[in-house]
């Protein structure tokens, strides 16, 4: 028996996934080709003019607040201001949806006390505003647009590496770049699951 599942306008997780959905109906039955090549039709003829706003603004590195959905979506790295320092976090399913007048989302991050790392969840919310806005001014952007002093990202080296540890928390370890490494955007979502349940 199968059952329905209910995916609401913008249909966000499609957006975000068409790709994999394409990918996933390459060595199945005919009949699951056809539907999924039909959903992405249709939703893409759904979000076409926001699929073309928003790559219209990201060309000039700026966002709407309607549209913070094609920018900020869970497993997405994304920084943040903590301490006055950037923090590197992965967006994880939120609480709440977005409304009117906020956009909530739960951010998880790794804290160092100085010998263990543990993983943190932290609820940020940015405020709604009008007309454009940098996507590196808003409280929360993803790390693809954060450039440093030398405007160079430094890319993690053995993203598949996990370290040993128990729920909530990694156990010790040698370094910041080795527990870094669960940041991975290949594992992201999957990894910080698994540890933090």
């Known amino acids: 028996m199968t059952q329905e599942v209910v995916i609401d306008a913008p249909y966000e ?4 996934n068409a790709e994999k959905l394409e990918e996933y ?18 939703v893409e003829q759904v979000q076409a003019s926001k699929r073309k706003d928003a790559e219209t ?3 000039t590195g700026h966002v709407t607040y309607e549209l913070l959905w094609t920018v900020l979506y869970v497993g997405r790295m994304v ?3 903590h301490m006055n320092e950037e923090q590197v976090s992965i967006i994880a399913p939120a609480y709440s949806s977005p409304t009117a007048e906020n956009h909530p989302l ?18 940020v919310s940015i405020k709604t505003f009008k007309g454009s806005k940098a996507i590196t001014d808003l409280e929360v952007y993803p790390l693809d647009n ?5 405007r160079t990202i430094r890319k993690i080296k ?4 996990s370290l040993s540890g128990q729920p909530g928390q990694l156990g010790k370890s040698k370094s910041c770049q080795e527990a870094s490494t669960i ?11 698994q540890y933090y349940m």
């Open 25 to 42: 109906a390459d060595d199945k039955e005919e009949a699951i080709k056809t539907d999924i090549t039909l959903l992405l039709k249709e």
């Open 106 to 123: 739960v951010l998880w991050s790794l804290d160092y006390d100085g010998t263990n790392f543990t993983y943190t969840e932290k609820k």
């Open 146 to 150: 954060w450039k440093s002093q030398d």
């Open 79 to 81: 920084c943040q201001k």
């Open 158 to 161: 053995d993203p598949g590496r």
């Open 183 to 193: 940041l991975a955007p290949q594992q992201n979502a999957d990894v910080h699951a």
């Open 57 to 59: 603004l990201a060309q």
């Open 13 to 16: 997780v499609i957006y975000h």
